[in-house]
């Protein structure tokens, strides 16, 4: 049984960081994607970043490119994303999710998630 369990999340005033960490368990495919999901109130998920693990192929959205950094730790079967100069409009709850094979851009693709954890950055 697959298992993602996130932590990091919180309040934080605008410039400040946080560092979110996705804890996999449960999941022996040998090549797999996991990612981290943005979302808004009333909007969809979007996909922020995500790494091909073992492999460590990445990607970052462009509107967070700079700021966001994602990382993996095998030992640990943990994801962490890194999230600087955080923004107001950063606001939303963050969903960790992994899938079999390559990494895809859309929430639907991916057969496992987390809880989501909520980040909230004041202005």
């Known amino acids: 049984q697959v298992q993602l369990v996130e932590s990091g999340g919180g309040s934080v005033q605008a410039g400040g960081s946080l560092r979110l960490s996705c804890a996999a368990s449960?999941?022996?495919?040998?090549?797999?994607?996991m990612a981290w999901f943005y979302q808004a109130p009333g909007k969809e998920r979007e996909r922020v970043a995500s790494i091909l693990i073992r492999e460590g192929t990445t990607y970052v959205a462009d509107s967070v490119k700079g700021r966001f950094t994602i990382s993996q730790d095998n030992a640990k079967n943990t994801v962490y994303l890194q999230m600087d100069n955080l923004k107001p409009a950063d606001t939303g709850i963050y969903y960790c999710?992994?899938?079999?094979?390559?990494?895809?851009?859309?929430?639907?693709?991916?057969?496992?998630w987390g809880q989501g954890t909520q980040v909230t950055v004041s202005s």
């Open positions: 449960g999941y022996t495919s040998s090549r797999k994607c």
């Open positions: 999710a992994a899938r079999p094979g390559s990494c895809m851009e859309y929430w639907p693709s991916y057969n496992y």
